[in-house]
């Protein structure tokens, strides 16, 4: 890992945390469950990635945890900022908060940007409603802030518009936003994904630099594994609408105790092995209205057995590094039993 854990921080009162957060969509009369039960918190300077394949119900976690998630989606739980519960706010209230101390970083600029405002403008609004100011003083910060996330002649940039900056700069300027908030946390969901490598991993890099200088949280959602095991002090794995793995991001990787996190891990290449063909874990995660009963993973499951089919199995701490699986076979695996069934599931010689 790039930074150790340092367990003064780690043990300090969250600044975030979800407790018991269940996120349901309203169809009709009914209201089906899309996210269950998740209970997560990021102390301060910490870092979490969150990872799960497609449709695990990553964003709309933190979409619905900001009431952005349109008036279909109904919360249950608490959202604590600093021990203070947000799902009690006005929505005035709550607008404060988006984008000041709980910034937010999305996938696609192009989206989040406006394409008729200059980038100066854009920075400048952030800063007056998060921190009053306006005139001069809001162009030197919205420079400062440029600078920052590595824009360079981020004095002319500022009289720009989004189509005359590229993905990455644009990216950056998202960063820049978000900063203008001065976050105490921040949530970037899949920021990078859509640039490519060597952009990617200035980004990452740039995120890690400020949450190293000003202490703020970070909670990085992305599909890749390899992204979260390069950035992250701690992870959390998510399926099918639930955590099934939480733990610091050295333990669960070296010792991953959920056949669906080792199949992750599995499929990752391996630089510095021989070549080999990935095989992606068997089969699809189930749609939220076409979860089978008991454990969601156990139609792709190589361990699955009856009583997998009959309930669903509860998080549960496995070691004195606050490392917890929902398995209930999660005791069946030592590391030449992990290291085994990775080859064994994920690996096929070219
Ligand atoms: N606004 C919404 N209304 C209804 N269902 C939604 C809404 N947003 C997401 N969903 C459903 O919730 C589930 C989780 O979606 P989500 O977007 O959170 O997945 P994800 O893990 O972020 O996936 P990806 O990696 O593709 O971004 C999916 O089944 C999706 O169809
Ligand atoms: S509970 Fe059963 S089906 Fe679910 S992951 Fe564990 S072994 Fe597989
Ligand atoms: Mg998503």
């Known amino acids: 890992m790039p930074y150790p854990l340092d367990r003064s921080v780690a043990a300090s009162v969250p600044v975030l945390a979800l407790e018991n957060f269940t996120v349901s969509v309203r169809t009709g009369a009914h209201a089906l469950a899309i996210v269950q039960d998740l209970d997560i918190s990021i102390a301060r300077g910490e870092t ?36 203070q519960d947000i799902t009690q706010l006005s929505e005035r209230s709550l607008a404060r908060i988006r984008g ?35 005139g001069s003083a809001a162009r030197a910060e919205a420079e400062r802030l440029l600078d920052r996330v590595g824009i360079a002649d981020a004095q002319a940039r500022l009289d720009q518009y989004p189509h005359e900056l ?20 921040l949530v970037a969901d899949e920021p990078t994904t859509a640039l490519d490598a060597t952009v990617q991993a200035q980004i990452l890099d740039l995120l890690r630099d400020i949450g190293r200088d000003t202490g703020m949280g970070l909670v990085l959602i992305s599909h890749d594994l390899g992204v979260i095991a390069d950035m992250c002090e701690r992870v959390a794995v998510m399926y099918a609408g639930r955590l099934v793995e939480t733990g610091p991001a050295t333990a669960l990787l070296a010792m991953p ?3 669906y996190t080792r199949g992750l891990i599995a499929a990752l290449p391996d ?7 990935l095989t992606p874990i068997q089969g699809t995660v189930s ?19 009856a009583a997998c089919r009959r309930a669903i199995p509860a ?21 030449t039993a992990v290291a085994e069934q990775a080859r064994q599931l994920s690996r096929i010689p070219a």
């Open 48 to 83: 979490l990635g969150i990872v799960g394949e497609s449709g695990c119900g990553k964003s709309i976690t933190w979409l619905a945890a900001l009431r952005l998630a349109g008036d279909k989606v109904a919360t249950s739980g608490r959202v604590l900022l600093h021990g």
């Open 100 to 134: 000041g101390k709980i910034g937010m970083v999305f996938q696609d600029p192009t989206s989040s940007l406006d394409p008729v405002q200059r980038i100066g403008r854009q920075i400048g609004e952030s800063l007056k409603l998060h921190q009053g100011l306006s």
């Open 166 to 185: 590229s993905g990455g700069m644009n990216q950056r300027v998202m960063i820049a936003i978000a900063l203008a908030g001065q976050p105490d946390i």
């Open 257 to 259: 105790r959920h056949p």
């Open 271 to 277: 630089l510095e092995g021989p070549r080999m063909r």
């Open 287 to 305: 749609a939220p209205d076409a979860l089978p009963p008991g454990c969601a993973f156990a139609p792709r499951c190589l361990m699955a057995g």
């Open 315 to 335: 998080l549960t701490q496995v070691s004195d590094l606050a490392h917890s699986v929902a398995c209930f076979r999660n005791d069946a695996f030592t590391a």
